[in-house]
Nanobody
Framework: QVQLVETGGGLVQAGGSLRLSCAAS????????MGWFRQAPGKEREFVTA????????YYADSVKGRFTISRDNAKNTMYLQMDSLKPEDTAVYYC????????????????????WGQGTQVTVSS
């Protein structure tokens, strides 16, 4: 089992920045890729970004490309989501997720491929 805990959400003005953290514990060596999803009120959960760590490549949704950056500190077993130039439409609950196998391209976008999920952290961007 892998446990994921997100922190770092909050309220920020449009144009501002936030950094989310996702601390992983348990059998973290069993995860090949991790990512971030988000869900806004009344909407379905959507892909934000993911990375296959050992392959050193990240995927981003078009809506966040150039503004969000995924990274990881292996020593701390922690994944980060740096969010810059935030927009009101980025308001959502953000979830980190981990999968046991690698993904490529749009395969990384499918939430059903992720086995472990955090509890979510609220991000609110005011206009």
């Amino acid at each position: 089992q892998v446990q994921l805990v997100e922190t770092g959400g909050g309220l920020v003005q449009a144009g501002g920045s936030l950094r989310l953290s996702c601390a992983a514990s348990g059998r973290t060596f069993s995860t090949a890729a991790m990512g971030w999803f988000r869900q806004a009120p009344g909407k379905e959960r959507e892909f934000v970004t993911a990375s296959n760590w050992s392959r050193g490549y990240a995927y981003y949704a078009d809506s966040v490309k150039g503004r969000f950056t995924i990274s990881r500190d292996n020593a701390k077993n922690t994944m980060y989501l740096q969010m810059d130039s935030l927009k009101p439409e980025d308001t959502a609950v953000y979830y980190c997720a981990a999968r046991a196998n690698y993904c490529t391209g749009t395969g990384c976008y499918d939430a059903s491929g992720y086995v472990y999920w955090g509890q979510g952290t609220q991000v609110t961007v005011s206009s």
